[in-house]
């Protein structure tokens, strides 16, 4: 497939967003947040978290073609993953900012409105995993592997965030935090890991054969039907090489996940003074999600492209 | 019900692009408006199309085979393009099962398209919509038109005739007869779409030729001196094919 930017901006912006919400909620459910200047603390991450996916959501609007129309994409909900991810992000950024609010405000209810808010969360993270892992005859993306990594890597940026905050903010909180970031951060590699060795395996079910319906060993295709090219030829291929892919998934895996544990295993024990590994930490694993985003679009192979050999 | 559908014969086709041309330039000229040509005349010219006619070469040389092979939408009866959208644009008709997108409600988000196993769909460039076969829905109702000539362009174009068009659930039409006795098959029956249009596939051409058709018994250029033999009852010419 075409990595798409739009796209590829949405689901690491929001998941980040995500992840960052659920670790400030979980920290409030430490009991954290009871006095003014952390229940401060918790609205500014909130409002950081909504901040990321608004952003994630303007992004979004770049991937339409009618962007004017926007709003009809919520009519399907019943059948299309797609419609309720539409529905569920903006239910999360309200629901998260309500939560934000009531601590900022001092006002009581915060823990009803973020267990909402945490329901819309995980919500949101298999409504964009399912986007992907739906699609059944797209092998690389069908699998249980997209949603583990869509969550995890999520939890994994979104801690690591919080964990920067944190040392900025709130530096009690990081003995909770770096740990947790850090366990994210592994359990992403593992999941991530498992699905390239997955995806390296896999035998594709359509063939040239079942394409067309001849079934003989030897079919070459001679003509695509016209010389220049169509959507089918832009839109399903990255027109990379081989070889930058390759290299492409060793720089993601040092980026999100071996850089940014060390440095968060740096980080650990060290306190505030540990506030600019940690902001690193989020910097270097955020491009690294770029990255690897990039990466899991470009590795998806369409079965149309059985019927444009010569671009394939 | 209904389920308006192509029948394609690889054994006919003969790789003209006529349905292809036919198939732009009524759908080019329709109500829906028209299928964008980007820098028609340049060196990488782009633009819309509903129906492409690709070749395959099947085999070895010099025993190959070359296939054309013409593809547009198949009308899934289990559409996987149709779920996924989250306008409702794409639809499938509850009449004639034929698959629409609706170009007033498309966002162009371009999902549809990934769900496609075919890439049957293209998004316009210039109105940037979803776009895809109608089979001519636009003229295959039309009262205007006589009887015979109610059906997609692109059957009308195809000058051998490899386009069969009709409905592939009454087991009478010409469409399904063509499916039951010439073994048509659909394309990618892995994943379960159970495309409407249907292909039929290459067949064996034998010329029959046999010794008496070569050498005539009442030839009166044969010089040989040898009488003329009598037929022995009727000869093939009398069984002419």
Known sequence: MQPAFSVIFLTTLIGAGQGLFLALFV?????????????????????????????????????????????????????????????????????????????????????????????????????????????????????????????????????????????????????????????????????????????????????????????????????????????????????????????????????????????????????????????????????????????????????????YQEVA | VTQLALVIDLNVCVGCHACVTSCKQWNTSGAAGPLVDENPYGADPTGTFFNRVQTFEVGEFPHTQTVHFPKSCLHCEEPPCVPVCPTGASYKRKQDGIVLVDYDKCIGCKYCSWACPYGARELDEQRQVMTKCTLCVDRIYDQSLPPERRKPACVLACPPGARIFGDVHDPESEASRAIAERGGYPLMPEWGTSPSNHYLPRRRTEIAVHPEDLLRVDNPLQLDGAQPELPHGPGREDFAT
């Open chain 1, 27 to 307: 920290a409030e459910l430490g009991g954290f947040g009871g006095v003014a200047g952390e229940a401060r603390f918790l609205a500014l991450g909130a409002l950081v978290s909504v901040l990321l996916c608004g952003a994630g959501l303007v992004a979004s609007f770049f991937h339409l073609g009618r962007p004017e129309r926007a709003w009809r994409a919520a009519a399907m909900w019943r059948t299309s993953w797609l419609s309720r991810e539409v529905i569920v992000l903006p239910l999360f950024m309200a629901l998260a900012a309500l939560w934000g609010g009531l601590h900022g405000l001092g006002l009581p209810g915060t823990r009803g409105a973020g267990a909402l808010a945490v329901l819309a969360a995980l919500g949101l993270f298999v409504c964009t995993a399912m986007i992907y892992a739906s699609i059944r005859f797209i092998q690389e993306w069908a699998s249980g592997f997209t949603l583990a990594n869509y969550l995890l890597l999520g939890l994994a940026s979104g801690a690591t965030l919080a964990s920067a905050l944190a040392a900025f903010g709130a530096p009690p909180l990081l003995p909770a935090l770096v740990p947790a970031a850090l366990l994210f951060t592994l359990a992403g590699a593992a999941s991530r890991a498992g699905s390239l060795l997955r995806n390296a395996r896999i035998k594709p079910r359509s063939t040239v054969q079942t394409a067309i319906g001849i079934k003989h060993p030897r079919i070459v295709q001679r003509a695509q039907g016209f010389l220049g090219g169509s959507f089918n030829t832009r839109e399903f291929f990255h027109g990379r090489r081989p070889a930058l892919l390759r290299q492409l998934k060793w720089w993601f895996l040092l980026l999100a996940f071996a850089l940014p544990a060390v440095l968060l295993a740096l980080a650990w024990g060290q306190g505030a003074a540990a506030a600019a590994w940690l902001a690193a930490a989020f910097g270097v694993q955020y491009l690294g999600l770029l990255l690897e985003r990039w990466f899991f679009f470009a590795q998806a192979r369409h079965p149309q492209n059985l019927y």
